[in-house]
């Protein structure tokens, strides 16, 4: 289940319920969210399936991922995903990780938090869910997540709402290496967010192949608010707007290409976090890496959280044993 | 005084610009002059009689009066420094010598001779290669220093007092690298931290009353009963750290830092200066340009440099090395490059931090060093929100 930053018709990117700044109220997600609303609709009525009494899986843990832009949470009963669930993050992290949980426990049929045996968190939230029996960084999860998705994937490229980062995964799933952006939106989805909203496209716009111009723009400034600045130029200057996407998409593809080279690219290769979705620029680090980035069979966006979840399921296992 | 107001006296004198020996000193009648970088030779202060203090930005909190003369690409630390001596934090300074380590420190000169009314202010000029011209040259530009402080502050240097100055500076370093070397134990006796204060606060304060309270932090040293329970030793490599706060953030994550090569560091301390020389400013310029570690602005060097690390990896079991460097800085980010490639094929485990002067993006930060830590472990740490200190 997955509920996406909802895009005004300027494109910008707003969260859920316009709720920056302020704590959101499970009413307010539905507007909007197409998608998100069933299973909301379901946990508002108390009609969730509440199979509490009858508890099929040996081991249920729980892998959070509170990240910049969104939550992510998974549940694993005896390592198979029964639930998932994506949402654009609230200003509080508990409260974002609560509702991305508890919509994932619904999902799995389970009736709450107090039947996973282990919650690992991620993300930049990671050190504020007091109901989390621990915390791991992002880049071994998502390193973890990918490589559970795909076994054979060597290098994942993880691209997330504030950093981007590069990840050398050994045959096993371990981070042999990673390097990530700093101190700079460059190459992460608050760039796209910001260029949809200096083309007035949507992140739908900036994803669409079909708006893949075939002669992409320059765009020269790495920095995200003199990109925009210089995309308006570009669409003041009467550029045809899928030469400007496919320009923007080319010079992000680019800078992680950059990145890439410093970790070493090692096929096979994923992408995972929200900008995993964003398939011109999928095709367009293809073109620079000159390899095929692999589909994963999962939702990509969810690595991480998986990840947490394998993790914990270790950490249980371990206490069991 | 005990160990623990070495302590405290430390702390307090890396936190802030100023401190109370500085204020006793300057009742006294006493001198002071603010010196750039680590190669400048702060023995010619003490052999005439002036407290030298390593100029830092410590306590600032913005660059809005030093933007007007830096740009935002220019390095934060020259930035929050100047910003500090427009502010008036400086003004206990009676004098300021700048260098061209790098071009970001050797603007400064030229803004503070515009900007303020310092009464001596002056620039060296350091060779960027490390063979024999350059030593001469180097002896010549400490010699027309040394003649300048003369002039100004009405003293003679004489080869006496220099001699003396120099034998007082490698005892403080005999002492620190002894500290130093006690961390290659299983439990070291002080945190890295701790070693950062101890080595912030040495050119900070005046240096007899700092070896007087270096020897009971060492004497305490050798007795303590050490730090245990972290999950891996770490170095840091390096240039202008002076801030233990991003220390600690390191240390909080599981890691425990127990040696370095950075500017306010080892390299400070790892050699001596020759005493036995008849020339002692022939003795400084040989110490500066050849004999201590060097620096990545000095060009041809990188061997030795990467010999150094190396050597410090293996002597103190180093798990993993973290390389910082201030945003912008070429020099650093060039040599991190090429030392993460030579540790890396050590299979030595390697984290580059890009970061800004003042401590910022902790978050960003503590991910990163996490993420390190958990690659080094075999992904095992676990992180509790408002983790103390290994201390």
Partial sequence: MVLEPVLDECGSCTPAGNGAGRDLGPDELTAGHNGGLTALAAGQNGGGATLTS????????????????????????????????????????????????????????????????????????????????????????????????????????????????????????????????????????????????GLCCGLDGISDLANQGPEPCSISHQCTVFAESEVVTLVNEGVELPNIIAGINRSVASRITSMARRVGVIPEVALTGGCSKNAGLAAALEAKLNLSVVTLPNDPQIAGALGAALFAADKHLAQVA | MSAQDAWRIFAEATRSLGNPEIDAWKAQGGKVVGFFCSMVPDELFTAAGILPFRMRGTGSTSTELADAYFTPINCTFPRHAFNQALLGEYDFLDGMVCINS???????????????????????????????????????????????????????????????????????????????????????????????????????????RYLELLEE??????????????????????????????????EEQGGLVVTDSTCFGSRLMWEAIDEEDPDPVRSLARYYIQERPSCPRM????????????????????????????????????????????????????????????????????TRVQAFLEAIKGTSVTIRAGAQSLA
């Fill in chain 1, 54 to 197: 009858n508890r099929p899986f040996g081991t249920l843990v729980g892998g959070l991922d509170i990240g910049s832009a969104t939550g992510k949470a998974v549940v694993l009963g005896d390592g198979e995903i029964l639930g998932s669930f994506v949402l654009a993050s609230t200003a509080n992290p508990r409260q974002t990780a609560q509702i991305v949980m508890d919509q994932a426990i619904e999902e799995a049929g389970l009736g709450s938090l107090d039947e996973l045996d282990y919650i690992v968190s991620t993300g930049y939230g990671r050190l504020q869910i007091p109901w989390a029996n621990e915390n791991l960084s992002e880049i071994s999860c998502h390193a973890r997540g990918a490589h559970w998705m795909g076994p054979t994937v060597r290098t994942v490229i993880d691209i997330g709402g504030q950093d981007c980062k590069v990840i050398s995964v050994s045959p096993d799933g371990k981070v042999l290496e990673f390097v990530m952006n700093d101190r700079c939106a460059a190459g992460t989805g608050r760039f796209f967010e910001s260029m949809a909203r």
């Fill in chain 2, 102 to 208: 790098c071009d970001h420190v050797r603007r400064v000169y030229d803004n503070w001779i515009q900007a303020l009314d310092t009464p001596f202010v002056h620039v060296m000029s350091l060779p960027h290669k490390v063979d024999d011209p350059q030593v001469g040259w180097y002896h010549d530009d400490i010699a027309v220093l040394k003649e300048k402080i003369e002039g100004q502050f009405g003293v003679e240097i004489t080869g006496d007092r220099l001699d003396e100055a120099i034998r007082l500076h490698n005892r403080i370093r005999a002492l620190q690298k002894e500290l130093y070397q006690m961390r290659r134990a299983e439990r070291p006796p002080i945190t890295g931290v701790q070693a950062l204060e101890v080595m912030v606060a040495g050119t900070a304060l005046p240096r007899e």
């Fill in chain 2, 217 to 250: 932090v060492v004497e305490e040293a050798r007795t303590a009963p050490g730090v245990d329970g972290y999950r891996a030793r770490l170095m840091i490599v390096g240039g202008e750290l002076d801030d233990p706060e991003y220390v600690r953030i390191i």
């Fill in chain 2, 299 to 366: 060009c041809g060097d990188q061997p030795r440099r990467l010999a150094y690390v190396r050597d410090l990896v293996n002597e103190f079991r180093v798990d993993g090395v973290i390389a910082e460097r201030l945003m912008f800085c070429d020099q650093w980010l060039v040599e991190h490059y090429m030392t993460g490639n030579d540790l890396k094929a050590d299979g030595i485990p390697f984290l580059a931090l890009d970061r800004e002067y003042i401590l910022s993006g902790t978050g960003q930060l503590r």
